[in-house]
């Protein structure tokens, strides 16, 4: 079983940035898509940024330019760096991991940008 768990977030003031981590544990493979969600108070859960295991990335047109998912040391870890960050990038901040068609989620971290 994969288990995810996310970690980074926190409290800070506009224009500030965060580094939110992902590591997905409890296999052998590498993990195939990593991506990042966020549901602000209030909302449906959005999709924020992605990538594969070839390091292709998409992201949400709202954070593109400020934010940068990128793997860290091993293949199932992952990072969302976020900069200039606004009051609307408030949220829960969840880590998905597919592999082999299955998705894994996160319990979330929680994101605050005070304006």
């Known amino acids: 079983q994969v288990q995810v768990v996310e970690s980074g977030g926190g409290l800070v003031q506009t224009g500030e940035s965060l580094r939110l981590a992902c590591a997905a544990s409890?296999?052998?493979?590498?993990?195939?898509?990593m991506d990042w969600y966020r549901q602000p108070p209030g909302k449906q859960r959005e999709l924020v940024a992605g990538?594969?295991?070839?390091?292709?990335?998409n992201y949400a047109d709202s954070v593109k330019g400020r934010f940068t998912i990128f793997r860290g040391g091993t293949e199932n870890l992952v990072y969302l760096q976020m900069n200039s960050l606004k009051p609307e990038d408030t949220g829960r901040y969840y880590c998905?991991?597919?592999?082999?068609?299955?998705?894994?989620w996160g319990q979330g971290t929680l994101v605050t940008v005070s304006s």
């Open positions: 998905n991991a597919e592999l082999f068609g299955k998705r894994y």
């Open positions: 409890g296999t052998i493979f590498s993990i195939h898509t």
């Open positions: 990538i594969t295991v070839g390091d292709s990335t």
